[in-house]
């Protein structure tokens, strides 16, 4: 058995993150011990409605948030317990309600910094209402095997060092919530285990104390001794004696008092916790404590230290005697691990993955970006350029000085051309319209394509083609591609010509013959040039042919080339955005006479046909 | 004074200053500063004034103000005294006793009609009267309280409205302890005044008191120290709790975790004969960085031997992010050239309790003197080990 929490024991918890990182150790103390999850709601006003996601092994569990303590238990008629996690203003009025509940039995209070007349109301109501309340400034409840509430026992590892799936002989009662963890193990090593552990917390006035667990224990056939852990201040120690003094009792009672230390330190001193300290008039010394404890028949250790060896004590006499659990230890190995996070498994060698994707080119896992390995900051450190981070993230190589001021040079002649051509005027059309950057960019990106800036890609992989096809016959290449394909990619121009040559092409082609950069495969399509603008002025070789042949020749991979143009008209894009901004552009709207109206006048609408 | 004069209880007439001077000016709009005798005292937050010479009495007004300007020149553990409280002693033959105090159930209201020193060696004739809380002091029962006191008419009336307004103070309030020792009926007006009083209130409840604007005194009788009010004033800010008290003249010093096994550390380095330098303990989940302002002080603690970095098996304060503090703290120290000759003694369990204790062990590479143990040692051995009661 166990006492206050049990396999029947229903919680609600009333707070928010602490609640939660509550109920993530109460998952965890349930899949160790496979037992349903018993933590049945939340009450937390600002997260009403929602759920929070609970971890209970590999599954999670969705639990529902409530504004109200009435609600949630009305929507949870199994509700017997409340943990209390909210802060110190509001705690003791929640509890309160908590106790005029009349499903809940008992409540636990984590809550740290109430004020001592909230606890001496809350004692009161607690009488009234013969209700059980844990703390304030509890760490909880810990029933080995049948439940936990709150932290209590900290993490899983120790969980199952402590023994903490399965019942003991022992009971604890510790005033601090550290030394009850602390009392949990030295009890798994030197005896059989724990039944149940009770924070009681360490303010001045606890609303149950030892005298209240005493009794609880007394009653529990399993639990054959208590240790409990008091301190200096207040007089619930003394208590403790006196109940033990009063009539003889069933269980054996251990117990150690911190403080001594007190005699020797400046008198007044405040320790950490708030009750641990002495009476205006000297009352409530650890020896005054000790000596009650010692008379009244407990088994009191001189220090800490000896508490291990007197438990052993009684554990053997309990022993002796038949008096302990046959319970039997499990190995660790045979007990739920907690299910590793998908990180651990990979880092300890325990899982392996089948990866999504893979990746080549850049790497953000150590402190900055690596380009191919390369950091970013010793790449500017070193006077690299934009063109550099291209050709590596692009190429997975760092272009040579010539091949980067290419690069350069066929940005700043692609970045911009003017607001008229489609992507510039779909992105203005955009910015009009009260569209963001981004969206406004993503409608002028739209148009790259086949027939503006997008031809960077099939001028090359057709050149190429063509190079290596026909490399001495451009009529049968251009029949071939009449036939197969469609007008030549890269060639041709809307407005520029022969007699009106493009700029941009003169100044790329000027630098590649300079530089004497081989490039076969725009060689290849100025001999294309030649014919096709005898045929038409204007089929000319365009600035994305240029651009395609040219990379292409410097290794760049087909698949990059695109990337040129729409990297170098993302600048004037973005450019144009801007400046309708600035203008505060107004919507654009078609006029009638741009349009050729070739539809058909207005007739009558025919009856629509009955089924 | 002004929480008193809140809640209707008479005080003397008194005045504020910070300079000697103010009182001149302070004399012309208070005639009783002319016609009556003076008393002078620091208006700090110290305890002891009177044995310090911080308490002057029996003064007429040019002797106040060169009390005042005394006072106001000295320096008591490094705190420089900032202000003079200046007030009128009131005449009185007799001296009486009141106090409110807390118990589990509510409070008590204790009344004694002798006062002063007489009140330690009389405790057994103090009358006490008890009011459960959540329940107001019932006019009739402390005019029932006086006259068991043995007070008579007017009297007996006056002190049970003192008493009253005491227990209102102390209910509205949220007092721990007020004691007003001595109260006296003033001879010029036949008020009852209360002379001198403790007043301990509940820190916790300082949300629901926003006129609360006095300063918290150290409750050992001495100012706090600057490694004390820095700790107080971190601890005041994190999550979790930080705490610090010097203690000078020790060799061990304390660096435990918790507020339970923090005292268990103190006394099993008193208990072994040995003489702690500090109380500390860190709790509840701090900030590293917390931890590390805590660890510094610690480390910069004059005269220490032993270093007890100790703690039980946390529930939740992360041992990893907590050691990483400490570790931190450690190194600044030691490149500030302390913890020469100083041993460190580590144990410790919890949420990541491997990884915290590894990185503690790590700093043998960078010589300290560090012996770290984990779960396997019980509590309190390392103290054991440090006063070489055992061996490591």
Known sequence: MAIVANENTRVVILGGQAAVNAARRMGEFCHLCRLPFYVEAFVYPPD??????????????????????????????????????????????????????????????????????????????AKQTGKLLNGPSAIGIMSAGKARLGVIGGEYNNLILSKLYRQGSFGVITKSGGLSNEIMWIISQFADGITTAIGIGGDAYPVTDFVDYLELFEKDPDTKAVVIVGEMGGNLEEGAAAW??????????????????????????????????????????????????????????????????????????????????????IAPSELPQLPRKVEEGLKSGMIAVEPLFKNTISDDRGEEPLYCGYAASELINEGYDIPHVIGLLWNKKLPTPLEAELIKRIIILSADHGPAVSGAFGTILAACAGIGLPQSVAAGMIMIGPRFGGAVTDAAVYMDYGLR?????????????????????????????????????????????????????????????????????????NVDGTIGCVLLDMGYPVESLNGFFMLARTIGMIGHWIDQKRNQGRLIRMYNYLINWAVTPRRPVPKLPKK | MGLFQKWGINVPHHVVISDAEQLDTLASANPWMKNAKLVAKAH?????????????????????????????????????????????????????????????????????????????????????NFVEVGEKSAPGQCTELAKRCGFTGDLAQKMAACAHSLFDMFDNEDGQYIEINPVVVDKKTGDVVALDAVTMLDGDA????????????AEFGRAYTEAEKEIMEIDSKVKGSVKLIEIPGGQVAL???????????????????????????????????????????????????????????????????????????????????????????????????????????????????????DRYTPLTDIVDMALGKKKV
């Open chain 1, 244 to 329: 033990y003094a009063a009539k003889p009792r069933r269980i054996k009672l251990i117990g150690v008092v911190g403080g001594f230390c007190q005699e020797k330190l400046p008198k007044g001193m405040k320790f950490g916790h708030a009750g641990a300290k002495e009476g205006a008039h000297g009352e409530g010394s650890a020896r005054a404590k000790s000596n009650a404890l010692l008379k009244a028949g407990a088994i009191v250790p001189e220090t800490f230290g000896a508490l291990g060896p007197a438990i052993k004590k009684v554990y053997e006499d309990l022993k002796a005697v038949g008096q302990t659990t046959k319970a039997e230890d």
């Open chain 1, 48 to 125: 009403a409605g929602k759920t929070y996601d609970i971890p209970v092994g590999s599954q999670i569990v969705a639990v529902p948030i409530y504004a109200t303590l009435a609600e949630a238990s009305a929507a949870h008629g199994t509700i017997n317990t409340a943990l209390v996690y909210i802060g110190p203003a509001r705690a003791a009025q929640a509890a309160m309600e908590a106790m005029d509940n009349p499903k809940i039995k008992s409540i636990s209070m984590i809550t740290e910094g109430v004020p001592e007349k909230d606890a001496k109301l809350m004692i009161k109501k």
């Open chain 2, 255 to 373: 660096l435990p975790a918790g507020g339970g096994a923090s005292v268990f550390y103190s006394d099993a380095v008193v208990n072994l004969g040995g003489t702690i330098a500090n109380y500390s303990e860190y709790s509840g989940d701090p900030p590293g960085w917390a931890v590390q302002a805590l660890t510094e002080r610690v480390a910069a603690l004059p005269g220490i031997k032993h270093i007890i970095v100790g703690g039980a098996i946390a529930n939740f304060t992360d041992v990893k992010v907590t050691f990483q503090g400490i570790i931190a703290g450690f190194r600044i120290a030691k490149e500030k050239g302390l913890l020469k000759g100083v041993k460190i003694w580590v144990r410790r369990g919890g949420p990541n309790e491997a990884i915290g204790l590894a990185a503690m062990r790590e700093l043998k590479n960078e010589d300290f003197d560090i012996e770290v143990f």
């Open chain 2, 44 to 128: 700090e937050a110290l305890g002891g004034r009177f044995k310090l010479g911080l308490v002057k009495v029996n003064l007429d007004l040019a002797g106040a103000k060169a009390a005042a300007k005394e006072i106001l020149a000295r320096e008591i553990d490094g705190m420089k005294m900032t202000q003079v409280i200046v007030a009128e002693m009131v005449e009185h033959t007799e001296e009486y006793y009141l106090c409110v105090k807390s118990t589990r159930e509510g409070a008590e209201i204790l009344m004694a009609k002798f006062g002063g020193i007489e009140v330690e060696s009389n405790w057994d004739k103090v009358q006490r």
């Open chain 2, 206 to 217: 300082r949300f629901r008191h926003k006129d609360w604007n006095f300063n918290w005194a």
């Open chain 1, 469 to 541: 096809n026909y490399p001495n016959d451009i009529p049968g290449f251009l029949a071939y591609m009449k036939k197969e394909v469609g007008p030549v990619p890269g060639i041709g121009h809307r407005v520029k010509s022969l007699k009106n040559p493009d700029k941009r092409v003169q100044e790329i082609i000027r630098f590649v013959r300079e530089n004497n950069i081989t490039s076969p495969r725009l060689d290849y399509a100025l001999k294309v040039q030649a014919i096709t603008t005898t045929k038409k002025d204007n089929l000319i070789l």
